[in-house]
Structures are given as C-alpha cells and as structure tokens.
C-alpha cells in the first residue's frame, strides 16, 4: 500500500510544480485539492476536445498537454478564448489533475466530438448526463 500513496504524492507534486511554473500573473491565493480528504476547494473541469484543452474555473487556468508536459495557464494556446467559448465542451465529473483521466477522456471525447441534439454547452451544461443549463438552450 505505501507504493501506491508514493505514486499520488508523485502526481501531486508534479501537478503542484506544473501549477507554480504556469503561473504568470504571481502567486495564487487558492486552497488546492488534497488527496485523502484534504480540505481546500476542489477542481472542476470544462474539457475541449477540439482543442484538447480543460479549463478550472476554480483556478482559472487552462491546462493542456504541450511537448509531453502538462501546462497550466491564464490564456488558452493556439486559439482565442471567444474562440475557444464558442467550440464544443463538456463539463468532466472528476476533481483531481486531468493528466490522471486524459487518455479516457480523449478516447470518450475524439477531437472532432460534437454534442448529440444538442448544440455546444460551453461549459455551462452536464452533456454527460443530458442535462441542460438554466436557459434550457443546450449552451
């Protein structure tokens, strides 16, 4: 059992690390996610499969794979965020670093994934539960 708590302190560390080199704007003033019942806000993620993009509206970043190293930044690459708004999305049911889930949600989600009946949430609904936004538009 101590080798597997070994691995998430490895994750976790590499996460924080990536997380403190992307900053750009200074420090950030956040709790962040804990294992093991930690207390602090947890994260959430919009994941772009156009892009291969996830944004954490907790801590407002945008995190992505870049030369086989995860990067988390203010400012989405290669595209604008209008852009980026305006594209397919889908809001992810885990809390924890996308690196953990990334090579099943780009299977679930290909790059060319479009939501079914519905038009693109933005991030504002549960596609993966068919659920739709306040609006009931699907956006």
């Not at 993620?45 to 992505?64: A, D, K, M, W």
């Not at 549960?126 to 699907?138: E, L, S, V």
Request: proline share 7%; hydrophobic share 30%.
């Amino acid at each position: 059992m101590r080798r597997a708590y070994s691995n998430i302190e490895l994750v976790l560390g590499a996460v924080l690390l990536i997380t403190l080199t992307g900053c750009v704007d200074g420090p950030q003033h956040r709790e962040v996610y804990a294992a093991g019942g930690g207390v602090g806000l947890q994260d959430d993620y919009v994941y772009y499969p156009g892009y291969q993009i996830y944004y954490s509206s907790t801590r407002r970043q945008y995190l992505y794979l870049e030369s086989n190293a995860w990067v988390s930044r203010p400012a989405p690459p290669r595209v604008s965020v209008d852009v980026l708004l305006a594209s397919p999305s889908v809001r992810l049911d885990f809390h924890d670093a996308p690196s953990i889930h990334h090579a099943t949600v780009v299977k679930q989600y290909p790059k060319k994934w479009k939501p079914t009946g519905l038009s693109p949430n933005n991030g504002n609904g549960d596609k993966a539960n068919g659920k739709r936004n306040d609006r009931g538009d699907g956006r």
